[in-house]
């Protein structure tokens, strides 16, 4: 595939290869406590207080299983650290003391979130254990629960199904992962965390991004949730005819939707390729006739990378295996910047620990490296290469090194398969690497530390009392006001947008204007340190009123917000008089002819205006006027 001449916005191209996609949206709630403890909810920067060193184990099903993602995590011998604060943790999240029974303010946010989709909810909510091997929760695994299912929310005619509504407790913050040691701050562990789980029903990455920005800002507008960076994340499920599901995990930006499961939806077109590919060569993956051989002898002190590796601390090793017949198959384009030797690397530095990149070198992409083509010549004659095969040099410390040839191998038997069912992680930059194995239902089992809670009728319909106008409804009510598509969207996230339907009650106010001070001037106050969503709500109320009604200037409604936050008077309206009118123009006129604009007076206006208006706090159309009124005399 040449991805130069993909069009992530061709809808038609991505339907046509069965793209689907399904969502998993992950936002805190907005409660004081965490989930299971009366810890406080929020993220420090001091530094912690204590340190504590835990190894993570697979534990059997309910089955008698273990899940797949558990056994894969094993391998990876990670030592965890977690670093606490004892203002932030306490026993419950270090798995010393079983957890307090869960927070009932999250838990009706959570049915109200629930109730906002259509939700039926649950007569009785259990607390199921999620296996978590990957360290980012120190018991091994996660409480969550199911509050809500069989939802859904209109989209382009059509309803978009919510499979479940889940509330559960977040994770701990990833400070570093190199090598076998992986690092975590534990502030954050715990804080109730509400997870909307949609059908597979986007047809193609357009779709993908606009249901997603969809539930995530009727969630932001009710003000149950909390907004800002690192408060939400998207898990986004891909795939395409032919395929299975791959799962592309901790999106923190919706507008990066489209990209990655377009290029996921490439992947998997690749990936399908390689199969044919594959088979055609080999009738499965055991009669691949690997070879490999120790040169780690032969790059004992040389100048190139793999020489330098070898001299580091623990012992390194390096090892070259023969994949036969694979050539083509190792460059061939899975993403943008990216072959199925990509996809070889990701296994090896994820599982095996080999994060030094480029941990593989491949003769395919020989001039990429500083190892001399003798070099290359001598290592085929050891291996018996051919013409179309490959070979692929694996430098790391030895006890690594048997673990990355048994997942490069294992990676390429999953060519006979297709696209294997896998956890991607998002690159940033569109593409996606290697997280982990995607995990299965065996991973689930009851918390026995937790009764069950009873939802009763009256429950449910109280808090459906809290639900009000959704935000469907609110945007095809602000179209119908005349507001462009960019003021609906920018409003659909704006903290202002019930401020905005108040004034909507008042009669002859400017709609439009109003609905750009509650979005771009609100946005430009905060930046500055101003942050209009935490003002008096109704002297903030009577102040926009008052600008739109009186059609202040820009910089008199800036001074009169400022002022509400600083609780300082706000200075009465005044006109310039003619004598100051008369000084600015002198001084600004010859600005505007200086600058070789001709003689254009629509153009001389607009400057004029800029310049003066600053100097005023009344009426801006008056100033205007008076501007018009000396072009007219010809002045």
């Not at 209109?154 to 990833?174: D, H, M, S, W, Y």
């Not at 290029?263 to 077109?269: I, L, S, T």
């Amino acid at each position: 595939m040449n991805y130069r001449d993909v069009d992530i916005d061709n809808n038609a191209y991505f339907e046509a290869l069965g793209f689907k996609c399904g969502l998993e949206i992950h936002q805190q709630v907005a409660t004081e406590k965490k989930l299971f403890c009366h810890c406080p909810v929020g993220l420090t920067n001091r530094p912690h207080d204590a340190e504590i060193l835990r190894h993570m184990r697979p534990t059997l099903s309910e089955l008698g299983e273990y899940d797949g993602t558990a056994l894969m995590e094993f391998k990876t011998k990670k030592e965890v650290i977690y670093r606490l604060y004892r203002d932030r943790t306490c026993t419950y999240e270090m798995d010393d003391t079983p957890p307090f029974l869960v927070n009932q303010q999250a838990l009706d946010y959570a049915m109200r979130l629930a109730l906002l989709f259509n939700c039926r909810i649950v007569d009785e909510v259990h607390v199921i254990r999620k296996q978590y091997l990957d360290g980012s929760i120190p018991t091994g695994f996660q409480r969550t629960m199911i509050i809500g299912v069989d939802g859904w929310v209109p989209f382009r005619g059509r309803k978009i199904n919510i499979t479940q509504v889940n509330l559960e407790e977040e994770a701990c913050r990833e400070v570093s992962d190199i090598g076998h040691t992986i690092t975590f701050a534990a502030d954050r562990l715990s804080t109730p965390l509400v997870e909307i789980i949609t059908d597979c029903q986007m047809k193609n990455p357009t779709e993908a991004t606009e249901v997603c920005r969809l539930l995530g800002n009727a969630m932001k507008i009710t003000g149950l949730v909390r907004r800002g960076i690192g408060t939400v994340r998207q898990d986004v499920n891909v795939s395409i005819t032919g395929s299975t599901r791959c799962e592309i995990k901790g999106v923190h930006k919706v507008d990066n939707i489209k990209a990655l499961t377009a290029y996921e939806a490439g992947r998997h077109k690749g990936l399908l390729e390689l199969k044919d590919l594959i088979k055609g060569r080999f009738t499965s993956p055991e009669q691949i006739p690997y070879r490999q051989h120790d040169l780690s002898s032969f790059f004992q002190g040389s100048l190139t990378a793999i020489g330098r590796r070898l001299e580091k601390t623990p012992v390194y090793k390096t090892m070259a295996l023969l994949l036969p017949g694979m050539a083509d198959i190792v460059l061939h384009p899975l993403q943008p910047g990216r072959d199925f030797g990509s996809e070889l690397s990701g296994r090896v530095r994820v599982i095996a620990c080999i994060d030094d990149l480029p941990n593989l070198f491949f003769l395919s992409r020989k001039a990429n490296y500083n190892i001399p083509d003798t070099d290359w010549e001598i290592i085929g004659k050891a291996l018996g290469y051919k013409a179309g095969d490959d070979i692929v040099l694996i430098c790391g410390p030895e006890d690594d090194i048997p673990t990355a040839i048994n997942e490069i191998k294992i990676r390429v038997a999953e060519l006979f398969s297709g696209i294997p069912n896998e956890t991607r992680q998002d690159m940033k930059d569109g593409t996606t690497d290697f997280e982990r194995v995607l995990p299965g239902p065996d991973r689930m089992y009851p918390d026995t530390d937790h009764p069950p809670v009873k939802i009763t009728t009256a429950r449910v319909e109280q808090n459906r009392k809290f639900i009000g106008e959704r935000l469907w409804d609110k945007q095809e009510r602000w179209r119908k006001m005349g507001l462009h598509e960019e003021q609906v969207r920018a409003l659909s996230l704006s903290p202002l947008a019930d401020l905005f339907d108040k004034l909507a009650g008042e009669n002859g106010l400017n709609m439009k204007k109003a609905a750009h001070i509650c979005t771009a001037t609100a946005v430009g106050l905060r930046r500055e340190g101003y942050n209009p969503a935490a003002f008096d709500k109704d002297r903030l109320f009577d102040i926009i009123r008052q600008s739109l009604k009186g059609d202040w200037p820009f910089g008199r409604l800036k001074e009169a917000l400022i002022s509400l936050k600083e609780n300082s008077g706000l200075k009465a309206e005044r006109e310039l008089s003619e004598e100051e009118f008369n000084t600015l123009w002198s001084k600004n006129a010859p600005q505007y002819c200086g600058k070789n604009n001709g003689d254009d007076t629509y153009k001389f206006r607009r400057f004029m205006a800029g310049k003066l208006i600053a100097h005023q706090t009344c009426r801006a159309h008056d100033l205007i006027a008076k501007i018009d009124r000396r072009l007219a005399a010809g002045k």
